[in-house]
């Protein structure tokens, strides 16, 4: 290797690297704890993360496994409780923090922190993040849509202490529980996360007792500057410049139609990235605001995926400096209501990706599908007893294409890869929801010479139920997700319903409080990923392979790719590419796509509505958003959409 | 001649062979190249032992047949026949990744392909009320088309089947008489419980592996009769029992990780000998290290392993953890300035820069090399060892860089290949509240024994036990198992109204079902033991716990309160007044298999004199150190550290300050 190497100073490379390993190791211990005790679906599904922190709040480590949305804040808990309690932090304490106006993501999220002493001496905290199922506030669960402000999303927790010098405070703890709609699950997850906390002491104190106090804190040092030097190397090694980029967030409820912008501009100098968000929209008249925590989350998350093998501490955050305009949809502040931070995380993120794109090109990726989240809740009227039922569910999706490859399908989201799809056999015992359909789409992924991953429908008929509402978290219906160098969109999501005796209605992709009746049937959909590169370019073979495997049907072969099948033996999924009307048929998409994307807005949605044209021709081809059920065209979504669009796809084609 | 068991381990580089002879307990040896018939280095082999196959009584055998099978994607054109709307569950998964970061490593893809995955109209409810049923002319027409595609195997995997079977049935019977020849696994015969990920992937699983095995297996126990072998050739499944070729057709996918289970197997047997209920097994080899515990005298079980990430294998398994360490594993220095171990690893080709095969990077066993730790052969003088080709290594990729000396730099490698493999077995281990003071380290595999005592230091073990032939333990594993099936019924019931006569029914059930399979396989009553357990868990959680069954069953509250017991034990909390349901009952069903105990040699109280001595680096600096032959130790001896014990298939040391005997079972016993 003929880089510079700097090494660790003070520490003996044996001694630092077996430090090294240790802390994340410990780390992994506590994760292990929190799953094996949690009370409440949410954790165990994984949406919980943990840190081992110095004794300034700094994380020296925190999980492989911990989910995206989380990293990148808890140093920020840890910091804001230790200012909050300066001098009075001892041996036994044990801290619990939620407050997203302080660095943290929004009020699921809630910290326990233990402070840990060596002689008497604070060295280093560890830190446990919960997803709790409830915080109180309008809805259950505690996700309010129509939620402008806090005082609808549940209870905010400042830095607080719930055990003091070894005495547990049952009345904070009851405090909180109390204003939750499941106060045993929360004291139980609470509990869950102090153990794991303590598990982390004792390993710390063991390697305390084995290699010295000093030389602890020293590796806690020592592991921050070599992520900071890795991370330092690697964008030294990268070419200056800047480039910057938009996405949005589909719209502002309380405003006039059109998306709502996140603009990130990345800027390279030396060795050191800064993201200026500057230019993002205002705060917005829903819960789809992200305080600041949230998005430095996004941006470490989105380093993290062109860096993944750099370890994750507040080395990689030195590197980093972020600019979020005061008040704004990426720094919102109190009482601005935050809990679906994730919208605009997940935007963040994907510019990010974007971005890193173009400077590092052999790890390109266009846009994933944006997370989504079904709540059903109601009256369980099957048997007797007519219990009271939660059905909260989620769904994986395509993620964009990449360079020299397609992208991966039915994945779950960028919020956090480790979260787990549920098993509809689990939920139809559970709930009276039966499952019709879970199944990849067909078309779903954005074409591209390397198109995106599969995304997933799933239908259902509501069974016998009482007082039945639906409740639903997306994105992206409009801002639909997008295809690089050339690549094309893919599908919008958005929640359909078809009550008894009524014609099927869109409802979109952001609702609450919608009330359903037994019998009722609905599907939606999540979207493909974005496409990589001219679909024209795509190599007739793989369009071949894929009509074989359903994942692109024999119409959009030739729409999309322009690639024309003959069908050889529909029994054996036998096809053969037409070669000469292939070239006919890319020829004539290369001849008129240019003005397609520039044909009359109205016109286009006109078309879509008398069932001239289908709906991937009025994204794909012209660039058109609608209202997907009644077809009314929506001029300024469109108007921003074709923008991007003539951006990311235009300049590539041949 | 007496009777002779044996047992063979056949792995991708050496096929290892243990002879035991049933009268005087005496163990032998053999270890031949594998070949590309696995079964004729088996043969092979018994040759070279001039073992003859009419001496045979008891056949046992550990195969990588299915796993390779499995990761090299070798497998028989198999089709998917699901529910209409389902057709993606084994490719949507959990939908979770195992590099949650790293956006360009894909998981390994569904072993059966969109394009083989048909679906039909059919339903059954969650409580298991069939609400489509199979239509006859659509499945006659199905059928035609699967005919006309060749398939040689075909998994149906139907919704809610766990429920309710009757559908999965009905088409299994109309597909066998439309395409005979062709091996039809349905996924509730396969595993019979809830979540259709798990079920489905496991019974896809075993439609791809019973052509492979099926074939192998028969091929097998036909080469061994026509050789004299007169019973049935036994077959190491994942469970820690064995099975008969006549079982493998319907439980194809429990020898998905036969290979690896007797590792795990012979560390509780060897523990056991040594006295020790609790043990950590440490099967150091040539690029990965597998991990296994013993406690209370059984191995660790688990539902959740896979081959390869995201394809579920749920018949229970011994839960066995690997790690990509070993003796070859790649010592490198990161862009950042830190050494690094593994977890790529030189493999056998080029293999460590000593073995002079054109590997220049320095590894595990080249680091041993240099510190005077392996003497200059391996393989009993099979294989010269290059120190020269070591020490530029090392000095080239880490000495120099970090600015050490070359032997400074071979023992903060091994230092760093430690704490790493010690750190895995703490997750294991430690993480489960277990103290390893309790345990003993047993240690074995080709490196094993090189690394054990430090590691035990490291984990505060205070015992380590290195088995006679370390290299070939896990062929010693395949001899020391039972016949066993583990059965299950998915039973969803609250406890609190569930009617115990019906579990008892459903106990009873499984248990007809275990004899017969017994009995198919030549195991009488008297030799037959079934042990109940029930899983249980509060209402709406998806986490349960077994605790036993009372054998006849008939009462509820029992069960409750242990479920409640276990609770507070597992996981700290009890929720007073929560509802708890059965989630399922399950069935462990041994036939047991007669045991030959191993030779017990008379101790003498002896200190040997070492073979030579050498000078060997250790933590303390270089010492000059005695070098025993294995085979020259008996029974009784004592040893005092430093010493390195060299033997044909692996090296033991034992460090400064530790001390080690020989047992009567010619285990070495090192205390650290």
């Not at chain 1, 049952?170 to 794991?196: C, F, H, S, W, Y």
């Not at chain 1, 996405?247 to 993201?275: K, W």
């Not at chain 1, 199944?439 to 995304?455: L, N």
């Not at chain 2, 289970?261 to 012979?266: E, Y």
């Amino acid at each position: 290797m003929d880089k510079p190497i700097t090494a660790a100073s003070a520490l003996d490379p044996v001694t630092f690297e077996v430090l090294r390993n240790a802390f994340v190791n410990i780390v992994d211990q506590m994760a292990e704890q929190v799953r094996r005790t949690c009370y409440s679906f949410v954790v165990y599904n994984r949406d919980f993360s943990n840190a081992l922190c110095d004794a300034a709040g700094n994380t020296v480590a925190q999980g492989n496994q911990d989910l995206a949305a989380h990293v990148g804040t808890l140093h920020y808990t840890c910091k804001a409780v230790i200012e909050e309690f300066g001098d009075d932090i001892h041996e036994g304490d044990v801290f619990l923090v939620n407050d997203p106006y302080i660095g943290g993501t929004h009020f699921s999220d809630t910290r326990v922190l233990l402070p840990i002493f060596c002689d008497g001496e604070l060295i280093a905290w560890s830190q446990a993040n919960g997803h709790w199922a409830d915080m109180g506030g309008s809805v259950p669960g505690s996700f309010d849509v129509t939620a402008r402000d806090m005082f609808k999303e549940g209870i905010r927790i400042p830095p607080v202490r719930i055990w003091r010098r070894g005495e547990y405070c049952g009345d904070v703890a009851r405090l909180i529980a109390k204003n939750t709609r499941d106060p045993e699950a929360i004291i139980g997850d609470m509990d869950a996360q102090t153990q794991a906390t303590r598990i982390a002491a004792r390993e710390l104190l063991r390697l305390c007792d084995k290699y010295g106090k000093d030389t602890i804190t020293t590796a806690f040092a020592e592991v921050q500057d070599y992520v900071e030097r890795a991370v330092r190397l690697r964008l030294a090694e990268l070419p200056d410049g800047s480039w910057e980029t938009v996405d949005f967030v589909d719209q502002d409820p309380a405003g006039e139609e059109g998306l709502i912008p996140v603009r990130v501009r990345l800027t390279i100098r030396g060795d050191s990235a800064e993201f200026d968000l500057t230019g993002s929209h205002g705060t917005i008249g829903s819960m789809y605001n992200c305080a600041f925590g949230g998005t430095f989350a996004a941006i470490v998350s989105g380093m993290k995926t062109f860096f993944p093998d750099v370890p994750l501490n507040a080395g990689l955050y030195r590197a980093v400096s972020v600019i979020a305009p005061e008040n704004s949809i990426v720094d919102a502040r109190w009482p601005v209501a935050v809990s679906g931070f994730v919208m605009c995380f997940e935007k963040i993120m994907n510019a990010i990706f974007e971005l890193f794109s173009r400077v590092m090109p052999e790890r390109a990726m266009a846009c994933a599908f944006n997370i989504e989240y079904l709540q059903t809740g109601g009256y369980d009227a099957r048997g007797d007893g007519r219990p009271y039922f939660m059905l909260y569910d989620w769904l994986a999706g395509g993620w964009g294409g990449r360079n020299g490859r397609d992208g991966l399908g039915v994945t779950a989201s960028c919020f956090g890869v480790g979260l787990m799809i549920q098993p509809v056999e689990g939920q139809e015992r559970l709930c009276p929801v039966r499952t019709d359909k879970l199944e990849i789409v067909t078309d779903s992924a954005g074409p591209g010479e390397f198109r995106g991953g599969v995304g997933l429908d799933k239908a259902g008929t509501i069974l016998d139920v009482d007082n039945c509402v639906f409740s639903y978290f997306c994105d992206r219906e409009r801002a639909i997700v997008w295809g690089i160098e050339g690549g094309l969109p893919a599908r919008p999501h958005g929640l359909w319903l078809e009550r008894p005796g009524e014609a099927a209605r869109f409802l979109g992709a952001v609702f609450s409080d919608v009330p359903v009746t037994s019998g009722a049937r609905f599907w939606r959909g999540t979207s493909g990923g974005g496409g990589y590169g001219d679909p024209l370019q795509r190599d007739p073979r793989r369009v071949l392979e894929d009509v074989v495997d359903d994942y692109v049907s024999l119409e959009r072969a030739r729409r999309d790719y322009g690639v024309v099948l003959e069908v050889v033996d529909a029994d054996l999924a036998e096809y053969a590419v037409d070669e000469a009307a292939t070239r006919a048929e890319r020829a004539a998409i290369a001849a008129h796509r240019h003005a397609w994307l520039e044909e009359d807005a109205e016109a286009v949605a006109a078309r879509y509505r008398a069932g001239e044209l289908d709906m991937y021709d009025v994204i794909r081809r012209h660039g058109v958003i609608c209202d997907w059920g009644s077809g009314e065209l929506l001029a300024n979504s469109t108007r921003e959409f074709r923008a991007q669009m003539r951006a990311r796809c235009v300049p590539h084609w041949q | 001649m007496s009777n002779l068991r044996v047992a063979v381990d056949i792995g991708g580089t050496f096929t290892d062979i243990c002879i035991l002879e049933e009268g005087s307990g005496d163990l032998r040896i053999a270890k031949v190249p594998s070949s590309a018939d696995p079964i004729d280095a088996a043969l092979e082999g018994l040759v070279n032992a001039e073992v003859d196959l009419a001496d045979v009584t008891l056949f046992a055998h550990g195969t990588t047949v299915a796993t390779n099978a499995l990761i090299e994607r070798k497998l028989p054109h198999t089709a998917m026949v699901t529910t209409a709307g389902f057709r993606d569950v084994i490719e949507i998964g959990r939908s979770t990744k195992e590099d949650l970061w790293d956006a360009y490593r894909d998981n390994p893809p569904p072993y059966i392909r969109r394009r083989d995955r048909l679906t039909i109209r059919e339903r059954t409810s969650a409580a298991g009320v069939v609400e489509v049923a199979v239509d006859a002319a659509e499945a006659r027409a199905l059928a035609g088309k699967l005919r006309k595609r060749g398939y040689q195997a075909v998994a149906i995997c139907f919704m809610n089947s766990f429920a309710n079977a009757a559908n999965e049935l009905a088409l299994k019977a109309i597909l066998e008489e439309a395409l005979p020849g062709v091996a039809i696994s349905t996924s509730a015969e396969v595993l019979p419980e809830i979540f259709e990920h798990d079920r489905f992937s496991t019974a896809v699983v075993n439609a791809v592996l019973q052509p492979v095995v099926g074939a192998y297996a028969k091929r097998m126990q036909e080469r061994l009769a026509a050789g004299g072998y007169r019973n049935d050739l036994l077959l190491l499944h994942s469970g820690g029992g064995v099975m008969t070729p006549r079982t493998v057709d319907r439980q194809a996918a429990r020898l998905a990780s036969s290979g690896i289970a007797a590792g795990a197997i012979a560390n509780r047997y060897i523990g056991k000998l040594c006295g020790y209920e609790n043990a950590i097994g440490f099967d150091m080899g040539g690029t990965s290290t597998d991990v296994s515990l013993v406690w209370e005298g059984e191995s660790t079980l688990t539902r959740d392993w896979h081959i390869e990430y995201g394809h579920p294998i749920c018949f229970p398994s011994i839960d066995i953890k690997t790690i990509g360490a070993g003796g070859g594993s790649i010592a490198w220095i990161d862009e950042a300035g830190g050494l690094r171990n593994g977890p790529h690893s030189a493999g056998s080709i080029p293999g460590p820069a000593c073995y002079g095969r054109g590997g220049e990077l320095p590894t595990n066993t080249d680091a041993n090399l240099v510190l005077g730790r392996l003497g200059g052969n391996l393989v009993g003088g099979g294989l010269e060892l290059d120190a020269a080709r070591a020490r530029t290594a090392i000095e080239t990729h880490i000495a120099r860089p970090l600015g050490m000396d070359v032997e400074s730099a071979a023992k903060a490698i091994i230092k760093v290949a430690n704490a790493n493999m010690a750190d895995a077995v703490r997750l294991v281990s430690i993480m489960r509240g277990l103290d390893p003071r309790d345990f003993a380290l047993v240690a074995f595999g080709g490196a094993g024994a090189l690394h054990a005592a430090a590691m035990a230091r490291d984990l505060a073990v205070p015992t380590v036990i290195v088995p006679p032939h370390p290299g070939v333990t896990s062929a010693l594993g395949c001899l020391l198992v039972d016949i066993r099936h583990d059965l299950l019924a998915t039973c969803l019931l609250d406890a609190a109204t569930a009617d115990p006569a019906y579990i008892e029914s459903e106990f009873a059930r499984l248990e007809a079902e275990a004899r017969e399979r017994l009995h198919h396989e030549g195991v009488h009553d008297a030799d037959i033991v079934l042990t109940r357990s029930i899983d249980m868990r509060y209402s709406g959680q998806w986490r349960s716990l077994a605790v036993p069954a009372a054998i006849p069953f008939a009462d509820v509250g029992t069960a409750i309160r242990a479920f409640e017991e276990a609770h507070q034990r597992e996981y700290n909390y009890v929720r007073e007044g929560a509802g708890v349901e059965i989630f399922r009952l399950n069935l462990s069903a041994v036939g047991l298999t007669p045991k030959a105990a191993l030779k017990r040699h008379a101790p003498i109280d002896v200190v040997p004199e070492p073979r030579a001595r050498r000078g060997v680096v250790f933590d303390e600096g270089g010492l000059d150190t005695a070098i025993y032959w294995r085979e020259d130790l008996p029974a009784g001896a004592r040893i005092e550290g430093p010493a390195v014990l060299q033997q044909f298939d692996s090296t033991t040391l034992v460090p400064p300050g530790a001390s080690a005997s020989v047992d009567p079972w010619l285990n070495l016993v090192i205390t650290v």
